[in-house]
């Protein structure tokens, strides 16, 4: 169908975007993304053609075309909100997580998480810190399994975890919008050795097909007693 769509041209937006980010804050609909420091439009079916990220934009890189796209997708947007749930609940505000370097003491080992949200059913598909990321996609119990799982797999990593059998979920749909609409430059799988446990390496490479993209992709098994294999 032919509808109306913002436009963000591939030359302007090179010549013309400085990366400030205000049409993706403005953006409601989460249709545009910061892709290597400049602005992008990530799914046609997110946008709702209204335009709030025209006036947003100060370089005046954005403008309005008709053309053949898919129809706006409200029920995949509402889907993807999950930055802030009704409540308000902080379990679900996306933050960054700054950490100064310092040396681990002999009872003290430091947190080397990067991010909040980290449940997969929660974070935001356009986080700004997917961008440019290694990300390290695990089930629940592997950190509880692996003794040093924050140094040898969280630390560098942007980190999500989940229990397909717990959360009665099928990841691939959301993992593969993450993928999508971001420069991921790695992919880390850690998963538990019991065969519940498979529907999460089934759901990242199912994800991973269906974005389209080749990006280097290693998965890890954790024994119940704590050992760790590369697959």
Not at 34 to 42: F, I, P, R, T, W
Not at 128 to 141: I, N, S, T
Not at 164 to 189: C, F, G, Q, R, V
Not at 192 to 217: D, Q, R, T, Y
Request: proline share 5%; aromatic share 6%; with cysteine.
């Amino acid at each position: 169908m032919k509808r109306r769509i913002i436009h963000i041209d591939d030359r302007v937006r090179e010549e013309k975007c400085n990366g400030c980010g205000a049409c993706a804050a403005a953006c409601h609909e989460g249709a545009i993304g910061m892709v290597d420091g400049k602005a992008k439009l990530l799914r046609d079916d997110y946008c709702d053609g209204l335009g709030d990220c025209l006036p947003a934009c100060p370089a005046n890189a954005i403008s309005f075309e008709t053309r053949e796209a898919p129809a706006y997708d409200a029920a995949a947007v509402a889907r993807a909100k999950t930055q802030t749930l009704p409540c308000g609940c902080p379990s679900a505000q996306s933050k960054k997580i700054e950490r100064r370097s310092a040396p681990e003491t002999a009872n003290e080992a430091r947190s080397e998480l990067s991010q909040w949200p980290v449940q997969i059913k929660l974070v935001p598909v356009n986080a700004p810190y997917f961008q440019g990321a290694r990300l390290l996609v695990a089930a629940d119990c592997t950190a509880y399994a692996c003794g040093d799982f924050h140094g040898r797999f969280i630390r560098g990593r942007v980190t999500l975890v989940g229990c397909p059998k717990l959360d009665m979920a099928d990841y691939s749909e959301k993992l593969s919008e993450i993928l999508k609409a971001n420069d991921i430059l790695s992919l880390t799988l850690v998963r538990m050795e019991v065969p519940c446990c498979g529907k999460m390496e089934s759901a990242l490479c199912a994800a991973l097909e269906n974005s389209g993209k080749n990006i280097p992709f290693e998965v890890y098994i954790v024994s119940t007693d704590g050992k760790v294999f590369k697959k």
